[in-house]
């Protein structure tokens, strides 16, 4: 199914960009399993996310990891945390989140165009 049609200006309106994940700890009192991620956007400051990536990634895999990221929607209360930026991925054949990547180290807070 397709999406519906934007503009260019609506897409230019969408802040895509990469960060490096500081750190990782598994999200508390969690419905699904998930993990907390704190993202290094270089100029962008750091963010904190909610993800629920724990079937194909541990903690230790995700520090040094660059993460493609929403980082201008508003902020979301997730458990007992709040959400700063929505990490990207798509789903496998199960249904398990596999994290959009880039195919280069680039610098944190380079802007998807």
Same mark, same amino acid.
């Given at each position: 199914?397709? @999406? =519906? ?6 897409? %230019?309106?969408?802040? $895509?960009?990469? @960060?490096? !994940? $500081?750190s990782a700890k598994e999200l508390p009192n969690a419905r699904k399993p998930a993990y907390v991620l704190l993202i290094d956007f270089g100029p962008h400051g750091t963010k904190r996310s909610s993800a629920q ?5 541990? =903690?230790?895999?995700? !520090? @040094? +990891?660059? !993460? ?6 508003? %902020? ?9 930026? $929505? ?7 199960? @249904?398990?989140? !596999? $994290?959009?990547?880039?195919? +280069? ?9």
């Open positions: 199914m397709e @999406g =519906k049609t934007i503009t260019w200006d609506t897409f %230019e309106q969408v802040f $895509l960009c990469v @960060g490096t !994940v $500081l990536i724990t079937k194909h990634y541990t =903690k230790e895999v995700l !520090v @040094g +990891r660059q !993460v493609v990221a929403v980082i201008n929607f508003p %902020e979301k209360q997730i458990g007992n945390i709040m959400s700063q930026c $929505l990490v990207t991925g798509f789903p496998d054949a199960n @249904g398990d989140i !596999v $994290l959009t990547a880039v195919e +280069r180290n680039v610098p944190n807070g380079s802007r998807l165009i």
